[in-house]
């Protein structure tokens, strides 16, 4: 998966060379605590914080008061590689650019969970079973396991940590789940 699938595209954005007066109030409106700047080719220069201006004169340029960052995630990047930055670095938002290093949109948590939770089904129905396995070949008893049941399987998951093998997945509606679950560890 890569990051345009996630991104939230065309972000506001403030012009380098704009005055603290006309970033200020464009910030206000928008609720911003953070805004990226731009060039006039619409490259990304860096990112200024409400806080950095939010004392300044109304009449000076921005310019003096950008965080010229060198984070940021391109589009044609995996979702791995943007999301390792922004935990490695607790960023709330990230700037995405494309190969020309212009600015088409920002990742931020709380997108990349609404997406993730789409592609997780919640709030779906069904429920969720945690199962250890060996193996790949136990993803194919698992599976064989739903079929004859008539479950449908709507995720799945690998959890397991310090070498421990889990699988997560969530199956669609059932009418005896314990059932099910008796039926799944039994073949394990």
Known sequence: ?????FLQENPASALEGRSVLETKELMEENNFRIIF???EEDELVGFLTYDSIKEK??????????SRSTLHAEETDTIDKAVSIIRE??????PVVDSDRKLVGVLTPGKLFEKFSDLLNF??????ITLSCEGPGD??????????E??????????????DKELVMKVGEVEDAEGLKRSLMEVL
């Open 123 to 128: 709030g779906e129905g069904g429920f969720w």
């Open 150 to 163: 008539g479950v449908d399987l709507l995720s799945l998951l690998n959890a397991g940590e310090n070498g």
């Open 89 to 94: 670095y607790s960023l709330m938002v990230l």
């Open 57 to 66: 004169s109304g009449d000076q340029p921005i310019d003096n008061f950008v």
């Open 37 to 39: 700047v731009v060039d």
């Open 1 to 5: 998966m890569l990051v345009k699938e």
């Open 139 to 148: 993803v194919q008893k698992i599976l064989t396991v739903l079929d004859e």
